[in-house]
């Protein structure tokens, strides 16, 4: 009988869709392991894979690359080294399953896949891509019982409870969980509920990395008997947290303290998330940079320095290409501020800055159309088109450099259709962040550096820049950004009635005007370039509308 067990947590950053180079990233990680004693190395839910998946996981040839990938891993652990639990997509005879494997002595030991199936906020349901697994029965991990928790088993009762009358001694989670405010607490909250209702000790490890529109952040964990935290990872970073059990004189398990690395929180979290979310949409993309339209105003500055943290100043090329008097950013106050501001923008950021002057462009489009729109001219329709003409100029820069093209259009203006320059854009880093709180992340920005930072430290965002956002107004007929950004996060997030609405201070005028707008813009949505998801836990994915048919008004 085994008295003590060292169980090493891979949080790792692996690539979707690539088995072979998960695998050997999981060999290095699996020799720092055994050199730091080691008896296991445990690692997160689809670490073979990458995840998510989306339809890949149905492809047999992939599922193929995956198993052969599985095996090389398996036969490595014949050497005497630490056993592995990895998670991987598996086939069981005609199903498909998101599987836990343990491997050791040279083979696959044992394999148990995750019963309870769950949705995320960016939509995407594992039932899709995989079938539920039966109710399973520990492993023999070097003669200790170890109860497998695979994603949304460890949010429920039943799978630990049925794992502890089979006769489990210690409870091991393999998350995938992305990040949103709160999850970390809800993540370590549902650990220690395991705990304390079965009695056993709980180790967890969870993915890290950007991946489309998710951010795993990590924050692996370890809790001992009656859900006291031994062990925790940080968040938005690769780390091999080490844990070391002994089992006691009543044959229970409890483990020694190990690291505590406490998480990011609040702003700073939200700050993490983005940098990590862009700096995985470029490196895993294997494009050298990125291009962001400098406008001078707030949300361009914010998604420069994200940048300039993520890649460093030499892979960011901002482009100043100011659009005529009165159509530039509406949040400037006129184009020669916008200008000197985007110039001292770059200066603070050390990224480089070219010069693209768009008046000819505009001026021959303007007469090329000119007998078209004869009659019917719209001072909105020219703004739009002249907006769209600078997004097509920006595109061509980008894709002439083989970079990435950034939206700096933020959640609010996505929902209300006002972010008609993300044309052409391949990222959106702000997609889901409120109009609220860029000007939080900005001003915590320049009072902070983050950590894993590649940017400079201090002052990035011109105060002159976050004073005319303060002043800044919103469009005719839409109330002011505060209450804004409330209406949509109770119409949108929460599904509040008419009258909730109006309990908290929305005028009907204005929950018709923004329900229109919203329900308008569904087509343009469905076009934007994707971005990362930091909603909050308990909100919804991004709403979906009929982009044709008839709209029923609210109010």
Same mark, same amino acid.
């Given at each position: 009988?085994? @008295? ?44 073979? $894979? ?6 890949? *996981? ?10 052969? #990938? ?7 652990? %014949? @050497? ?44 995407? #349901?594992?039932? @899709? ?47 995938? $969980? ?61 780390? !091999? ?44 993309? %294997? ?8 406008? %001078? ?13 993520? !890649? %460093? ?14 159509? *530039? ?29 768009? *008046? ?9 159309? *000119? ?6 001219? $719209? ?29 700096? &259009? ?73 209450? !804004?950004?409330? !209406? ?25 005007? &923004? ?12 076009? #934007? ?27």
């Amino acid at each position: 009988m085994t @008295d003590r067990l060292s169980i090493a947590l891979a949080q790792f950053n692996p690539l979707a869709g690539d088995p072979v180079a998960n695998a050997d990233r999981i060999r290095a990680i699996r020799a720092e392991a055994a050199a730091r004693g080691a008896d296991l190395l445990l690692c997160p839910a689809g670490a073979v $894979s990458g995840s998510p998946l989306s339809d890949l *996981a149905a492809f047999p040839a992939f599922l193929d690359a995956v198993e052969r #990938a599985v095996r090389g891993l398996a036969d490595d652990t %014949g @050497d005497g080294g630490p056993a592995l639990l990895v998670g991987a997509p598996w086939r069981d005879g005609p199903r498909r399953h998101n599987a836990a494997l343990l491997l050791d002595d040279g083979k696959i030991s044992a394999a148990r896949f995750q019963c309870v199936m769950e949705s995320d906020e960016a939509g995407a #349901a594992e039932e @899709d891509c995989f079938d539920p697994g039966p109710m399973p029965g520990p492993v023999n991990v070097r003669g200790v019982r170890v109860g497998l928790l695979i994603g949304g088993d460890l949010v429920t009762g039943d799978v630990a409870e049925t794992l502890v009358e089979s006769g489990a001694e210690l409870l091991v989670g393999m998350l995938a $969980s992305p990040f949103a405010p709160g999850r970390v607490d809800a993540r370590i909250q549902a650990g220690v509920a395991r705990v304390v209702d079965c009695g056993l000790p709980l180790v967890a490890v969870n993915l890290v990395g950007g991946q489309e529109e998710r951010v795993f952040d990590g924050g692996s964990f370890a809790l001992a008997s009656g859900g006291r935290l031994v062990a925790q990872a940080p968040l938005f970073a690769e780390h !091999l947290l080490l844990t070391r059990w002994e089992r006691g004189a009543d044959d229970g398990w409890d483990g020694d303290e190990a690291e505590m690395i406490a998480p990011a929180e609040g702003v700073e979290a939200l700050y993490c998330a983005l940098l990590l979310g862009l700096h995985d949409a470029v490196t895993k993309g %294997g494009v050298p940079g990125v291009v962001v339209g400098l406008t %001078g105003g707030l949300d361009s500055a914010l998604v420069a320095a994200i940048a300039v943290d993520a !890649l %460093g100043p030499e892979r960011v090329l901002a482009v100043r290409a100011p659009l005529p008097a009165g159509e *530039a950013d509406l949040l400037a106050d006129n184009l020669a501020d916008s200008l000197e501001d985007a110039a001292e923008i770059v200066e603070l950021l050390g990224c480089r800055l070219d010069n693209v002057v768009l *008046a000819p462009v505009l001026k021959a489009a303007d007469s090329l159309l *000119a007998p078209a729109f004869a009659g019917r001219e $719209s001072t909105v329709l020219v703004n739009q088109f002249h907006a769209r003409l600078r997004a097509a100029t920006l595109a061509a820069l980008a894709d002439r450099m083989g970079a990435l093209l950034l939206s700096s &259009v933020d959640r609010t203006d996505r929902l209300l259709g006002l972010g008609t320059e993300e044309a052409g854009c391949g990222y959106a880093v702000l997609a889901d962040v409120p109009k609220t709180a860029v000007l939080d992340l900005a001003r915590w920005r320049n009072a902070n550096q983050p950590a894993g930072s590649r940017g400079p430290a201090g002052l990035l965002v011109p105060e002159r820049v976050l004073a005319r956002r303060l002043k800044a107004e919103t469009p005719a007929g839409l109330p002011p950004v505060e209450a !804004l950004d409330d !209406l949509l996060a109770g119409m949108l997030d929460s599904g509040l009635s008419v009258a909730d609405l109006a309990g908290r201070g929305h005028a009907a005028e204005s929950v018709a005007t &923004v329900w229109r707008l919203v329900v308008q813009a569904e087509a343009g949505r469905r076009k #934007a370039p994707p971005g990362p998801r930091i909603s909050r836990p308990t909100a919804a994915r991004l709403r979906r509308f009929p982009i044709t048919g008839g709209l029923a008004d609210l109010v």
